[in-house]
């Protein structure tokens, strides 16, 4: 039986996108670098901030962004949901973080993180969409 391991999001700069969602989320953090990798890198005339593939850990799934080269789609193939008990103020500090509103449904909220990738605030059990 196949468990899914994390979720690999495409990103132009992933360190920043990274921060962005560990930021975001509640008990995440960018996961830290020892000394080895930080030498790996080095060695490849790379550093955390310019890192392909940076990695964001909390209590649930382990999120992956990693460097995506070329032309932007349309169109997100995924995007995240995050939960919330006051979705206007999630949306409010969402905003702060560098995210942007894009428009506002029965329920939840559509916004785009500072890449323009898609994700949806939605209202949690016992919360409220002003």
Not at 69 to 92: C, I, S, Y
């Amino acid at each position: 039986m196949a468990r899914l391991k994390e979720l690999v999001i495409d990103s132009d700069v992933p360190s920043r996108l990274a921060k962005f969602w560990a930021d975001a989320l509640d008990g995440y953090s960018v996961m830290p670098y020892d000394d080895e990798e930080i030498a790996r890198l080095a060695s490849l005339g790379l550093t955390p901030e310019t890192d392909p593939s940076v990695m964001i850990i909390g209590p649930g799934i382990r999120l992956c962004f990693q460097l995506r080269e070329g032309p932007r789609p349309q169109r997100n193939r995924l995007h995240l949901e995050v939960e919330a008990l006051n979705v206007d103020e999630e949306m409010t500090r969402f905003t702060v973080l560098g995210a942007n509103y894009v428009r506002r449904e029965k329920g939840y909220v559509v916004m785009t993180d500072p890449e323009g990738n898609n994700f949806c605030i939605c209202q949690g059990p016992g919360g409220h969409l002003d």
